[in-house]
């Protein structure tokens, strides 16, 4: 018996890509009537007051929220609690070098439904509980940049009881 063996190549092209790592501190605000959007909390400065907030992290652990009440069913229940929107801000360098880049946002394990501005201007939303939420940002010229990110945890999709790729021990930003 003759055998036939087929090999194929495999080519990888390498581009030098550079990243801004945005983890560390940030502006939080809680939006619990989700009134941000129509306050322009997008646009305008947050309260010399607002909370800052480890990021990546939830809520829970920077201490935000309400006392929970009422123990969440065949899950972690987070004390202090919080449902609805959170505003997210900080600003960031973008060095001389990188001019003529294309920015990329990436959040893993966002909980539930984001939206993105960069300098005021809206770059998109993502709904998803399974895939990271992916925001093409583009280019951004050298110098300070502010990037507002709004999460809402609240349930956008009837799930049942307990979605398999959903839980509460879950949330990070």
Known sequence: MKRLIVMFACVAFTVQA?????AGKWQVMLDQTDEGANNYHHKE???A????????????????GAPATVRDRDMLTYSPKF???????RTFEVPAELEDSHFTLLLERVTWLSRVWVDGR???VQDSLAAPHVFEVGELSPGTH???VMVNNEEQHRLGTQGHSYCKNMQKL
């Not at 550079?18 to 945005?22: E, G, S, V």
């Open 18 to 22: 550079a990243t801004i790592d945005l």
């Open 45 to 47: 400065s947050f309260p």
């Open 49 to 64: 007051n607002t909370p800052v907030i480890q990021l990546p992290g939830a809520l829970a652990d920077a201490g935000l």
């Open 83 to 89: 449902v609805g929107s959170a505003w997210y801000r």
């Open 122 to 124: 809206y770059v998109g």
């Open 146 to 148: 502010t990037i507002t």
